[in-house]
């Protein structure tokens, strides 16, 4: 084929002119609602990549914005004189407080469906985004015991009836062919041992007071009596065949939102207890089924409900000395957050029961009924994430753990047509991913709160509406996240006496976080 010297000059122009292409640089797409997601496929994904701390001295700051900054990287000099900024925050380091289990999503079947439609490179991509050093570094994943709304249909692992040994125990396709395969793929990219959490929604029919899986229900019988004995039973089964697998359970809680199943009709899969039923299957069955198990190290969190029911739950399981030796946590879900202060909720419990830890175990967008479903690009939802979770974190809350790990462009697959949001929409007609503006809420944290960071207090020389929050890492490096929720651009210094003031900006509408390493 002849050449045109013309048209080659022409190329390379072209291609030297194009801007090098970072390896964080987010693909943006507007699907128009409000800001951008991050298009990745099997070769390509922005990533934030592993975080090394320049010595003391300096400071990184990585900056997520509704204008379309994802993860901004950039690195600075910390100064030996205040810039004279009128908002200045300062760490305190001496108010110390609770320290970080970790964050994460959960592995439902919707989500293991809708990872496993992209190619094995995409897959792979996706994976590495949520697990790996150079992701955003889940650190707990919550496991769904056998079917939810989130499943394509109803089932439990127990589904013969009058089993009451569960001799015929089995877990279902969903978790040997799904869910199982894609734990221990996102177990060997992590840099840690994940934590695992497992809760049930529904208990077999047939140990039912309805005889079905969704609907108003509990189990037969009382606590101590031969139904309660088999679902407790039905625990340990579940955790005895995950470990053949080589996956071993961090936490259980004692099942996924008990209010639905005892005060509602709901439509899915539900299991009803109240606290004074939870309080005595967890000291007449529960507690003891795990005692004698191999899964003695396997902790226990009640509610698994909303915080509006602290704390009274709390109160009635924990003040029972039989129950409240197998319990080590509380397990909050943010829905109806803001019809229950989180002072009144979460506070007062820590208050009541210092020695049982608070840990969020669900949460997700586009679950109210004015703003259902998936919205590609929607900032509103990235803070709302980032808000819940700074209040959260600033009320003993020791992780936060979202729901799907992924869903399909509908906000299922659902069985019940319960379509959400989720941080990771996947597109398989075009073997792509969307990063939602929530996946870099999430990032702005599980990225830097390692296990057994602790948090400590900040105080502000002037009033402001920014939200944020620090820690301590177990390294002695800082963390401080600054969530500005308003339309005004925001100068503030940051102070702490171990190394100076950091000069920053909070832009409008923006998620920051500020590291930085101390003198040993
Ligand atoms: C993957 O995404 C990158 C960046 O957008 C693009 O250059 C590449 O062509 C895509 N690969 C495929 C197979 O679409
Ligand atoms: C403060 O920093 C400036 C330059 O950044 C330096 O010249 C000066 O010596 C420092 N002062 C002290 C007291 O460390
Ligand atoms: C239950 O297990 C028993 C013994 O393993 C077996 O004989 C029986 O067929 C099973 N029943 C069902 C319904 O799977
Ligand atoms: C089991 O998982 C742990 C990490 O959780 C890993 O270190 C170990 O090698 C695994 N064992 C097998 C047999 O796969
Ligand atoms: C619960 O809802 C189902 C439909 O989802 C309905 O068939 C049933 O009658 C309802 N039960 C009660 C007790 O309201």
């Known amino acids: 084929m002849m050449t045109q010297?013309?048209?080659?000059?022409?190329?390379?122009?072209?291609?030297?002119?194009?801007?090098?292409?970072?390896?964080?640089?987010?693909?943006?797409?507007?699907?128009?609602?409000?800001?951008?997601?991050?298009?990745?496929n099997a070769t390509y994904c922005d990533t934030p990549g592993s975080i090394q701390l320049p010595p003391p001295g300096q400071y990184l700051s990585f900056l997520s914005s509704q204008t379309g900054k994802r993860m901004e990287r950039s690195q600075g000099h910390v100064q030996n004189k205040s810039t004279g900024a009128d908002l200045r925050l300062s760490i305190v380091s001496s108010q110390k407080y609770q320290r970080i289990k970790g964050f994460g999503g959960a592995m439902t079947d919707s989500a293991a469906m809708n990872i496993l439609t992209l190619s094995p490179g995409a897959q792979d991509m996706l994976l590495r985004q949520y697990f790996s050093v150079e992701g955003i570094e889940y650190s707990v994943v919550r496991v769904p015991m056998a079917s939810c709304d989130f499943s394509t249909r109803q089932y439990t692992y127990a589904d013969t009836p009058g089993d009451y040994q569960l001799d015929n125990f089995t877990l279902a396709p969903e978790d040997t062919h799904m869910k199982i395969p894609l734990l221990q793929r996102a177990q060997a990219l992590a840099s840690q041992p994940l934590s695992l959490l497992?809760?049930?929604?529904?208990?077999?029919?047939?140990?039912?007071?309805?005889?079905?899986?969704?609907?108003?229900?509990?189990?037969?019988?009382?606590?101590?009596?031969?139904?309660h004995k088999t679902w407790a039973k039905y625990y340990v089964r579940f955790l005895d065949e995950y470990r053949k697998y080589n996956l071993t359970f961090w936490a259980m809680t004692t099942g996924n939102e008990p209010t639905a199943g005892e005060l509602t009709n709901y439509s899915f899969q539900a299991l009803g207890f109240t606290p004074e039923t939870q309080r005595d299957w967890v000291s007449m069955d529960l507690g003891p089924a795990l005692t004698q198990s191999q899964h003695q190290r396997t902790q226990v969190l009640l509610l698994d409900d909303q915080?509006?029911?602290?704390?009274?739950?709390?109160?009635?399981?924990?003040?029972?000395?039989?129950?409240?030796?197998?319990?080590?946590?509380?397990?909050?879900?943010?829905?109806?957050?803001?019809?229950a202060p989180a002072e009144l909720s979460l506070s007062t419990t820590h208050h009541l029961y210092p020695e049982y830890y608070l840990f969020a175990t669900e949460a997700c967008a586009g679950w109210k009924p004015y703003d259902r479903g998936v919205k590609l690009g929607s900032w509103d939802r990235a803070e709302d994430y980032a808000h819940d979770i700074i209040e959260d974190l600033n009320h003993y809350v020791t992780g936060w753990?979202?729901?799907?790990?992924?869903?399909?462009?509908?906000?299922?697959?659902?069985?019940?047509?319960?379509?959400?949001?989720?941080?990771?929409?996947?597109?398989?007609?075009?073997?792509?991913?969307?990063?939602?503006?929530?996946?870099?809420?999430?990032?702005?944290?599980?990225?830097?709160?390692?296990?057994?960071?602790?948090?400590?207090?900040?105080?502000?020389?002037?009033?402001?509406?920014?939200?944020?929050?620090?820690?301590?890492?177990?390294?002695?490096?800082?963390?401080?996240?600054?969530?500005?929720?308003?339309?005004?651009?925001v100068q503030f210094e940051v102070w702490d006496s171990t190394v100076g003031y950091i000069p920053s900006v909070s832009p409008t509408h923006s998620i920051l976080t500020l590291t930085w390493a101390v003198p040993q």
Not at 7 to 29: H, I, M, Q
Not at 200 to 217: C, D, E, H, R, V
Not at 435 to 450: D, E, G, I, N, W
Request: net charge positive.
């Open 198 to 227: 497992a809760s049930a929604w529904s208990a077999p029919a047939w140990l039912k007071t309805n005889g079905a899986l969704i609907g108003k229900g509990t189990l037969k019988g009382q606590p101590g009596g031969k139904e």
């Open 5 to 40: 010297p013309g048209l080659v000059l022409f190329v390379t122009l072209a291609v030297a002119s194009t801007p090098s292409r970072g390896n964080n640089e987010c693909v943006a797409r507007n699907f128009g609602h409000g800001s951008v997601v991050c298009e990745c």
């Open 307 to 339: 915080r509006l029911l602290l704390p009274h739950w709390a109160r009635v399981v924990l003040s029972d000395i039989h129950a409240a030796r197998y319990i080590h946590g509380i397990a909050v879900h943010w829905y109806m957050d803001h019809m």
């Open 401 to 489: 753990t979202d729901w799907n790990l992924a869903l399909d462009l509908g906000g299922g697959p659902n069985w019940v047509k319960n379509f959400v949001d989720s941080p990771v929409i996947v597109d398989r007609t075009r073997d792509v991913f969307y990063k939602q503006p929530t996946f870099y809420s999430m990032a702005h944290f599980s990225k830097f709160l390692r296990e057994g960071s602790q948090r400590v207090g900040v105080s502000y020389s002037l009033g402001s509406d920014l939200e944020t929050t620090a820690f301590i890492r177990p390294d002695g490096s800082r963390v401080l996240t600054v969530l500005n929720r308003s339309d005004k651009e």
